[in-house]
């Protein structure tokens, strides 16, 4: 893939996940990161079936709903999801986004997708790191967005994947090539040091949990993390990649 092929200017969007946030002051952690200029607020459910996690269902989007006009992008780790998607939708989830292996193959894929912007939202699709980047590629053309995951989904604060930016590079390449409206996300270990290669692999919209809201900064000795400044370094490291954050 040569860098020309990533020379087409692209609106780039980061959106902080609430997992890692302090839920005992969830409406401070929503209404800083919107100050800062978030683009979505990003959800995480999990069933602690389809990974071992558990983490609530739609009552928390619900409450989300309340404390923020950003979209909300529900990306719902958990078996059978289609039983899920009237119940985030009436919880006020802007986008849903469910997991290719979850559903037994492409044309369910297609078909949840479908039911997705039905209900009038965004529909994506999620691909773990271990499955294979070809199973994605087909069904691009039904999604408005792509998430790849850069860790094993289950939990915040892991290691960006080696190999991510080549899968990542896959995707852009079969989006670019056929001029689809589909945003490609990544999620897991995004932070300053890792969202700079996920750029220059073509993703444009970045999920970060610890970076934004567990930060520690040397400089801030023991003071509590500053969602704020945490997102401008991410913004900041984009910038660093050659490609420029929205309000950046
Ligand atoms: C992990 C979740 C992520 C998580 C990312 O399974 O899907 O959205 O919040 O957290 P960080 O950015 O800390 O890796
Ligand atoms: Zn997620």
Avoid: Y
Avoid at 100 to 127: C, K, Q, T, V, Y
Wanted: hydrophobic share 50%.
């Amino acid at each position: 893939m040569t860098p020309a092929a990533w020379s087409k200017p692209r609106e780039l969007r980061i959106c902080p996940s609430i997992l890692s946030a302090d839920f005992s002051r969830l409406g401070e952690a929503i209404a800083v990161v919107q100050r800062a200029g978030a683009d979505f607020l990003h959800v995480d459910v999990m069933d602690a079936q389809f990974v071992p996690n558990l983490t609530f269902g739609p009552i928390v989007v619900e409450a989300c709903r309340k404390l923020t006009s950003l979209p909300l992008d529900v990306h719902l780790m958990v078996v059978s999801p289609m039983r899920f998607l009237e119940g985030f939708a009436r919880a006020g989830a802007d986008h849903l986004i469910v997991h290719l292996e979850a559903l037994p193959d492409a044309a369910a894929a297609s078909a949840a997708a479908r039911a997705i912007r039905d209900r009038g939202l965004r529909a994506g699709i999620a691909i773990k790191p271990g499955t294979p980047i070809e199973r994605l590629l087909p069904i691009l053309p039904d999604l408005d967005q792509a998430l790849v995951m850069t860790v094993e989904p289950g939990a915040g604060g892991q290691a960006f994947l080696p190999g991510s930016e080549g899968r990542i590079a896959r995707v852009r390449a079969a989006i670019d090539a056929q001029d689809l409206d589909c945003l490609l996300e990544v999620d897991g270990g995004i932070g300053p040091a890792t969202i700079a290669a996920a750029a220059r692999a073509g993703a444009d919209t970045f999920v970060a949990g610890n970076s934004i809201f567990r930060a520690t900064d040397p400089d801030r000795r023991g003071r509590p993390p500053d969602p704020a400044a945490a997102l401008r370094a991410l913004r900041e490291a984009l910038q660093g990649s050659g490609r420029a954050a929205k309000g950046a």
